[in-house]
């Protein structure tokens, strides 16, 4: 895996049948953005839209997503790497009817991620939601009691906020995550300027 090049880390994703998700996927959800994004996005696992569309965020959570990245000035659209973001799942592939991925269906994908990471080489990590937070910190801690403060990966700055599914249905914690999202435009202007 720690080999592989963007076109081969893609046909990898693609091809995978290491765990049961392969079985219901309409197909895989890789990930997209610029691929040396200053910022990287890390959720938990398409959807049903995402699973039809083969992209990250594309459904209700997705546009909140991009309410928020716009906020700070980010973007999935093209653009150069320090406003176009990259965003990626824990999960490459849909659980089926929406339920939660499970430990080992984490740990299998684990790898592909793992590179992701190494490829994009991000400033800093925007971890959403429990999933993407257990994937990446081993951590099985509420996001309430890792969040506001500045965790690493793969020597990456990380930040832990809410999932935008769940402030959907939580907007009173809306003003939390605008925190974590101004915590993380801090963690990188103070990086860049060491
Ligand atoms: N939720 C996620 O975590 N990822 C997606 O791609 C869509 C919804």
Redesign the pocket.
């Known amino acids: 895996m720690a080999a592989l090049g963007w076109p081969e880390l893609r046909a990898a994703v693609a091809d995978c049948t290491a765990c049961r998700l392969c079985e219901g996927r309409r197909q895989t959800?890789f990930g997209i953005g610029h691929e040396h994004a200053h910022w990287m996005v890390v959720?938990?696992?398409?959807?049903e839209q995402?699973d039809l569309k083969g992209e990250?965020?594309v459904?209700k959570?997705?546009q909140l997503l991009d309410n928020m990245l716009r906020a700070i000035a980010l973007t999935r659209a093209p653009g150069p790497p320090q406003q176009q973001v990259f965003i990626a799942?824990a999960i490459k592939c849909r659980p089926p009817g929406n339920r939660n991925p499970q430990p080992d269906e984490l740990a299998q994908c684990e790898a592909f991620l793992i590179r992701q990471v190494q490829l994009v080489q991000p400033r800093i990590i925007l971890a959403?939601?429990r999933f993407?937070v257990h994937s990446l910190l081993r951590s099985t801690e509420p996001i309430g009691r890792l969040r506001g403060r500045v965790h690493h990966y793969q020597g990456v700055p990380l930040i832990v906020t809410y999932?935008p599914?769940y402030l959907l249905r939580n907007p009173e914690d809306k003003a939390r995550a605008w925190d974590d999202l101004c915590l993380a435009v801090e963690t990188v202007q103070a990086t860049a300027l060491r």
């Open positions: 959800v959720g938990e696992a398409p959807g995402e990250p965020f459904g959570s997705g799942n959403m939601g993407a999932h599914a």
